[in-house]
């Protein structure tokens, strides 16, 4: 499993990238708009700070709306996946993106059927949002998985992000579940490397090392 950074902070993004687990970048209106820049302006930015896929969203809500925007947000660096929220609209828009070779990741995902309509649409990728459908008491994980099985099953090609990560546990049950990339807030990337044994282990062999009188390199 592939793992993208669901943000729109370059500087998160530069240090995630520098520990060399990043690959890729999604972000949304929301994180675009805490970052407080111009969209086109970061969006680039970010695509050169990464390889690979960086998912920029549209705004328009409407078919041919959407199709323009993003001509225009693919136009902005070769690795500028668009995020269309799945709508009838959104749907319509996918197809044609599909036809023009603009990669699609579909969003706002929340069902199964929801997800096999992205991945007939052409959607090159699809997000699932874990996070908020656990929140509404029922089981974000169970969408990841069933979504994975249909799509191997069927030889598709759409790729399931797993979104909405709150936490590493969701990463790891990503993982089992076949997703093929979790897209995890800078926090749980964080969260996912730390661990209390480590940084004592680190202090224990410090303290060793400099008791019985030895020097570094
Ligand atoms: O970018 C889509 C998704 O990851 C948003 O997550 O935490 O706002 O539900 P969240």
Redesign the pocket.
């Known amino acids: 499993m592939r793992l993208f950074l669901?943000t729109a902070n370059v500087a998160d993004i530069r240090e995630a990238v520098s520990w060399g687990v990043i690959s890729g970048v999604?972000?949304?209106p929301?994180?675009v708009a805490k970052e407080g820049r111009d969209f086109h302006e970061v969006i680039r930015e970010i695509a050169g700070l990464v390889s690979g896929p960086v998912?920029a969203?549209v705004i328009a809500q409407d078919a041919d709306g959407m199709v323009a925007e993003a001509k225009v947000l693919a136009g902005l660096a070769p690795n500028v996946v668009v995020?269309v929220p799945i709508t009838r609209a959104g749907l319509q828009a996918t197809k044609t993106l599909a036809e023009l070779g603009i990669a699609v990741n579909m969003?706002?995902v929340f069902s199964v059927p929801q997800v096999l309509l992205a991945a007939r649409a052409g959607a090159a990728f699809v997000?699932p949002?874990?996070?908020?459908v656990d929140?509404v008491g029922e089981d974000g994980m169970a969408v990841v998985r069933d979504a994975v099985s249909i799509i191997t099953h069927y030889g598709l090609g759409t790729q399931v992000?797993a979104?909405?990560?709150?936490h590493p546990a969701h990463v790891v049950a990503a993982a089992k579940a076949g997703a093929h990339i979790a897209?995890?807030?800078f926090k749980v990337l964080e969260q996912m490397l730390h661990h209390p044994l480590t940084d004592i282990g680190i202090e224990r062999f410090l303290a060793d090392w400099q008791q019985a009188g030895q020097k570094g390199r």
């Not at 949002?129 to 908020?132: E, K, M, N, Q, S």
């Open positions: 669901d999604t972000t949304n929301t994180l998912s969203e995020k969003t706002l997000s949002f874990v996070g908020r929140d992000i979104a909405s990560i709150r897209t995890v807030p």
